[in-house]
């Protein structure tokens, strides 16, 4: 298992064949997920739910 941060991936061919957990809700990780989506054997997403403003 490798841990790799928005600012270091380069390519969705780098994680062929592998399953993926993007984790997160932001441009980011929708960007990375709509490019990874054809190429790894498995992309899956996770991210807090958003709990609003609190008074």
Same mark, same amino acid.
């Given at each position: 298992?490798?841990?790799?941060?928005?600012?270091?991936?380069?390519? =969705?061919?780098?994680? !062929?064949?592998? #399953?993926?957990?993007?984790?997160?809700? /932001?441009?980011?990780?929708?960007?990375?997920?709509?490019?990874?989506? =054809?190429?790894?054997? !498995?992309?899956? #997403?996770?991210?807090?739910?958003?709990? /609003?403003?609190?008074?």
């Amino acid at each position: 298992m490798q841990e790799v941060h928005s600012a270091h991936y380069v390519s =969705p061919e780098d994680y !062929a064949g592998q #399953t993926v957990l993007v984790v997160g809700g /932001g441009n980011s990780a929708a960007q990375i997920m709509a490019e990874m989506a =054809p190429i790894p054997r !498995a992309v899956r #997403t996770h991210c807090r739910a958003h709990e /609003g403003r609190r008074k």
